[in-house]
């Protein structure tokens, strides 16, 4: 897939997906998968345990750090203060490339979305939170087997994705002026669509070229989809809710 900054998703992505050599006739990815050389099956294999396992827990700090965000003075009175340490952090597990960067990235993500998670549940939204959590991790499972499954080239998706990501942005910052409820459900939405995009085009980047970036830094790319296909899908449901 392309680069794309991380001043737009947070994030960085390098390198291009490689070109797929064209598979036997009537092959199978099982099959395409047992003809393949041990050694590399078991590099690969290896790599996405390692990316998804610190994905997996990177999730249990987020929430864990979001629940103690809800009621954390610090985290309502000094957003841009959070913000900067968010950037920091970011930029930090992206150099320093290890487990214990990427959990402070996490955790301080989770500190952040805290307060954002207070005012639904304040709201009496506690099931749009739940029902969006759900949403999520059931479209990351279904989006994350599709794209190791597939034989199609989901890269070509990349320059699309990178460029709804940029209407996102910049639809953001003229919300805040006209503060439009259609705006914001249309950028919801698309955004939702935008990181579904991502997930997809990024778990085919890790399968088809394992150990091209540390496993930290592919989980955190990764967690920055997930998070931002939660936080889409939480400010969808909470529009058609409160037009309930």
């Known amino acids: 897939m392309n680069d794309h900054s ?21 092959a199978t990815p099982i099959a395409e998968a047992i003809s393949m050389p041990l050694a590399a099956q078991g590099s690969a294999v290896e790599y996405l345990k390692q990316v998804y ?6 999730l249990i700090v987020a929430v864990a750090a979001g629940y103690v965000g809800m009621s954390l003075p ?22 320093v490339k290890n487990a214990a960067t990427l959990f402070l990235f ?17 709201h009496g939204m ?27 080239d989901l890269s070509v998706m990349s320059g ?18 006209f503060q439009s409820t259609a705006v914001s459900f249309a950028m919801a939405a698309g955004g939702s669509v935008i990181f579904s995009g991502y997930i997809l085009v990024e778990s085919q980047e890790l399968k ?9 830094v592919a989980a955190l790319s990764m967690y920055l989809n997930v998070v931002n296909l939660f936080v889409s899908l939480l400010r969808l449901l909470g529009i058609l809710s409160s037009e309930d």
Not at 53 to 58: D, P, T
Not at 160 to 177: P, R, S, Y
């Open 6 to 26: 991380s001043e737009t998703r947070a994030s960085v992505w390098g390198g291009q997906t490689p070109a797929k050599m064209g598979p036997a006739p009537m």
């Open 53 to 58: 396992s610190m994905l997996a827990a990177s």
């Open 74 to 95: 610090f985290a309502y009175e000094h957003p841009i203060i959070l913000m900067l340490m968010l950037f920091g952090a970011m930029f930090l597990a992206f150099a």
């Open 106 to 122: 996490t955790g301080i993500s989770g500190l952040s979305l805290g307060p954002v998670i207070a005012v639904y549940v304040g």
């Open 126 to 152: 506690s099931h749009v939170v739940g029902t969006a959590a759900l949403m999520t991790g059931a479209a990351f499972a279904g989006l994350t087997l599709y794209a190791l499954t597939t034989r199609r």
């Open 160 to 177: 699309m994705l990178f460029a709804g990501l940029i209407v996102l942005l910049v639809g953001g910052l003229v919300n805040l002026f």
């Open 208 to 216: 088809n070229n394992p150990w091209a970036v540390a496993p930290s």
